[in-house]
């Protein structure tokens, strides 16, 4: 056991900390440094079997791209989702986003590090940027706060560089209404201490924590290709089908 076990181990016996997705006294449950028992993190369903080429939506023809992706072109490569959003996902993104619990960061982080390790670890990381309402509710940018977690714990580089301007909620909206409310919202983030020329020529994944209708990542990857990254994969947490 690490420095950072024991320690929070000790926390746990003093302050019982309870897992956000379930309740139960973490003590003996907890897996690692955010508030999450191991019983909630095994509830979690994989997303497996076969899937659209482009988008990763799961198949049910032989085809290799959904009907969708035969009909229209992407900005981005390729998108593949982690995991599907059940209710148990939904009750650990609900619990970052909506009651603001910032530690569990670190618990997404991890699994989109597995990730983009696995896919060769061979390019930068750009957040989606989050709608500015939901930031300014919460105080953090959920998808910031998880890429920062990659780049200074497991030293991934990332480039935080889109920013998005306000626009109605996306939650009701279909992928054309999602397309023309977040037309010209999103845009490169300049500044000293983002270091936009990374992204020129270089692989790019963007990252995100749930696709619903791909119409955010789809303009992200627009801007980016406008900006000259090259290659640009995206990388979710979860898929919303
Ligand atoms: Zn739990
Ligand atoms: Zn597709």
């Given at each position: 056991m690490n420095t950072i076990s024991c320690l929070l181990r000790t926390l746990d016996l003093i302050v019982p900390e309870r897992c956000v997705?379930?309740?139960?006294?973490?003590?003996?449950?907890?897996?690692?440094?955010?508030?999450?028992c191991a019983d909630c993190v095994g509830r979690l369903k994989p997303l497996v079997g076969s899937r659209c080429v482009r988008c990763g939506v799961p198949l049910?023809?032989?085809?290799?791209?959904c009907l969708a992706c035969r009909e229209r072109e992407h900005a981005y490569g390729t998108h593949r989702s982690i995991?599907?959003?059940d209710a148990a996902m939904a009750a650990l993104i609900g619990a970052y986003?909506?009651?603001?619990?910032?530690?569990l960061g670190v618990f997404f982080a991890e699994i989109l590090r597995r990730e983009w390790e696995r896919s060769g670890s061979s390019s930068v990381v750009v957040p989606v940027p989050g709608n500015p309402a939901g930031v300014r509710r919460r105080g953090w940018d959920h998808c910031s706060v998880i890429a920062e977690v990659m780049a200074r714990r497991y030293r991934v580089p990332v480039r935080d560089c889109l920013k998005r301007s306000p626009g109605r909620?996306?939650?009701?909206?279909g992928y054309a209404e999602r397309q023309r409310n977040l037309s010209g919202k999103i845009a490169i983030r300049e500044?000293?201490?983002?270091?936009?020329?990374?992204?020129?020529?270089a692989p790019v994944t963007l990252i995100d924590d749930v696709y619903t209708t791909g119409a955010t990542v789809e303009e992200c990857a627009h801007v980016l290709r406008g900006r000259g990254a090259g290659t640009i994969d995206v990388l979710t947490i979860a898929m919303d089908l």
């Open positions: 997705g379930c309740g139960t006294l973490l003590c003996d449950a907890r897996i690692g440094p955010a508030p999450v049910i023809s032989e085809e290799e791209r995991y599907g959003y986003k909506s009651r603001g619990i910032k530690t909620r996306q939650k009701e909206l500044g000293r201490r983002v270091r936009v020329d990374d992204i020129v020529g």
